[in-house]
């Protein structure tokens, strides 16, 4: 979705706009701008296409200014062009505008514009908010320091919907103004300097000090200050918090992608996700939550409630919890659950899975649960997350951060982070058994596991080139490889763009068997020495069809039958996820990269889905 970059300090604002720009790529977007305060006013420079496009504009490298703001846009109202491109203007080109988010009701808003004399230049929604400061900016007779605040205040308190706003104008040259609701945005400080983001990643090279901002929280911010104000205007004080990632970790450091980067830091994400929670004699801790038997023996349900790759985590999350601590447990999708009237009361608790912490759906589905009473529990990659400021209890996966698009490590520790949240639950009840210090010792040997499992998929490239052209691909799988069955199908979905369906093996002879003819390739995980032979029983099936196979397994199977077998570690069944999709991932990897693409950031796709 839309990026947001902002500079105000002692070097020229241009470059590290652009370098901000370049950072927040990944998010996904179709044009760029910046808009800087130079001597003789606002500058304005945008353009549809890459932040390539952008820094090649004439004039560019001339600009001065110190202060200045940047966006990507991702094409929400009207298409992609020039003229939809941000920063916006007003029409007297005394304020410039970047925006992230949706106005819901721009169409009113531009109606009383337009009645007020006001012209528009775009098709966005974001043009009425530059020319809604001015409408009131010029009814303030007070000329004092805090005009431009209350015209931006005042402007929006008019706005419905979510929104990451930066403001600048020609009247206050050594200011700029921020706010957000239901949007990303964070404040990176440092001496002299203030650095503007849609998330921590962009400018973590400048600092690791960060402001995190409540909704409708407004911010003047000078070169050496950052004053925080309500909605009413009130001063209001503010800590920073330092954030631990480290600049290295939002670079590729020699690894051609980061999707392939990330891939590889699964085991180091795991051990840190572990962290202390987790050791072989000691009971399990979760400083942040504080459940006691009474409240978990009194829940009639629990719901898991999120989006893609999180809600595939969630699956495995909710087998971990119903088989050890047998509370009934729903996954839902965070887009469904918000809009089907889920059953919700004091008895419920309510678990939200999001790497970023900012997906619009999953806050939505958030609040929906808290309005009905429910406690909420956040599980997030993102100390600060919008979702975290939301939620009842935030506990976080420590996978650092996550740039490619397509969600590699913060599922694996997602799916760790649940499993230890669901022994953590029957420490609690008291209902755990002597096989629970198998499950813990299993899962501190994951980080081992996964370099074993990297290790043994190093020639998945090659059956990669054999299929990289078909057309169709089918994942399969029985109990919890059903559940990674629909990871891998949705990984090579977003960075292949091969059609893929996941399903439970078994369904297979129930409908979809009539697609399977030559040129086809199945994909199927067998993890469950329970369930292996039924599994090959549908694997034969597909053979006899003609289809090419690969079989991720553990489990002692003919691997003549298929043409490619990927044999993995062995580990308990509750984890088995976690090394499973490994070979899937690299799979998916290894076809993109045949196919010429760029893995990182797929088409149509952005990292962070901040509207609905
Ligand atoms: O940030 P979130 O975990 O809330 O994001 C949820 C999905 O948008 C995300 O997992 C998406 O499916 C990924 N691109 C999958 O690789």
Redesign the pocket.
């Given at each position: 979705m839309c990026g947001i970059v902002g500079y105000i300090g002692t070097k020229k604002a241009t470059p590290i706009l652009i370098n901000g720009l370049l950072r927040l790529e990944y998010r996904g977007y179709d044009s760029a701008g910046i808009s800087t305060i130079e001597k003789d006013g606002l500058s304005i420079m945008k353009d549809k296409g890459r932040v390539k496009n952008l820094s090649n504009i004439p004039g560019i490298d001339d600009l001065e200014g110190t202060i200045g703001i940047a966006h990507t846009r991702w094409a929400t109202h009207g298409k992609p062009s020039k003229e939809n491109s941000h920063p916006h203007m007003d029409n007297s080109k005394s304020f410039s505008v970047v925006h992230n988010g949706i106005i819901e009701n721009y169409n009113e808003l531009r109606k009383f514009l337009g009645d007020n004399g006001y012209t528009f230049y775009s098709e966005t929604d974001t043009e009425v908010i530059p020319n809604l400061i001015h409408y009131y900016y010029s009814k303030d007779n007070n000329n004092d320091d805090e005009k431009l605040l209350r015209a931006v205040r005042s402007a929006v308190l008019d706005l419905k919907g979510s929104f990451a706003i930066e403001v600048i104008s020609k009247f206050d040259k050594d200011n700029m103004i921020v706010v957000r609701k239901d949007s990303p945005l964070v404040i990176g400080t440092c001496e002299d300097e203030n650095y503007i983001s849609s998330d921590i990643p962009a400018i973590l090279s400048f600092t690791r000090d960060f402001y995190l901002l409540n909704d409708l929280e407004f911010v003047v911010l000078s070169r050496n200050n950052a004053t925080f104000y309500d909605k009413d205007l009130n001063k209001i004080e503010k800590d920073t918090k330092t954030i631990e990632w480290n600049a290295s970790a939002a670079e590729k450091d020699g690894y051609e992608d980061y999707m392939l980067k990330e891939i590889h830091e699964q085991p180091t994400a795991i051990r840190e996700t572990i962290g202390s929670k987790l050791s072989e004699d000691a009971p399990i801790e979760f400083d942040e939550l504080n459940f006691n038997k009474e409240y978990l023996s009194s829940l009639n349900k629990i719901y898991i409630v999120?989006?893609?790759?999180?809600m595939h985590a969630g699956l495995a999350g909710k087998n971990a919890i119903e088989k050890l601590c047998k509370i009934p447990t729903e996954v839902d999708i965070a887009s469904e659950f918000r809009y089907r009237d889920p059953i919700i009361d004091d008895k419920t608790l309510c678990i939200f899975?999001?790497?970023?912490?900012?997906?619009a759906d999953?806050i939505a589905a958030l609040k929906l649960s808290k309005e009905k009473g429910a406690k909420t529990l956040a599980v997030t990659n993102v100390i600060g997350s919008s979702i975290t400021r939301e939620a009842d209890y935030s506990i976080y996966t420590h996978a650092g951060p996550e740039i490619a698009?397509?969600?590699t490590k913060?599922y694996t520790s997602q799916v760790v982070l649940l499993n230890v949240l669901a022994l953590y639950f029957t420490q609690i009840l008291g209902c755990g058994d002597a096989k629970l210090n198998d499950l813990k010792k299993d899962i501190l040997d994951l980080p081992r596991k996964i370099e074993e499992t990297l290790k043994v998929c190093e020639n998945i490239g090659e059956f990669a080139k054999e299929v990289y052209q078909e057309h169709d691909v089918f994942f399969l799988g029985r109990g919890i490889d059903e559940t990674v069955a629909k990871e891998g199908s949705?990984?090579l979905k977003?960075i292949s763009y091969i059609h893929s369906e996941s399903y439970a093996a078994g369904e297979l002879k129930h409908g979809p068997i009539a697609l399977i003819e030559a040129g086809i390739t199945v994909i199927s995980i067998m993890t469950d020495s329970k369930l292996v032979e039924k599994t090959v029983s549908n694997i034969q099936e597909v053979i006899t069809r003609g289809a090419k196979t690969l079989v991720i397994t553990n489990q002692k199977v003919d691997q003549k039958m298929f043409d490619k077998t990927i044999v993995i570690p062995d580990t308990n069944p509750f984890i088995s996820p976690i090394l499973s999709v490994v070979p899937l991932q690299l799979f998916a990897y290894y076809i993109a990269k045949e196919k010429g693409l760029d893995v990182d950031k797929p088409r149509n796709?952005a990292?962070?889905?901040t509207v609905e």
């Open positions: 999120a989006c893609g790759t999180a899975i999001s790497q970023s912490g900012e997906t999953t698009v397509a969600s913060a949705l990984k977003e796709l990292k962070s889905v």
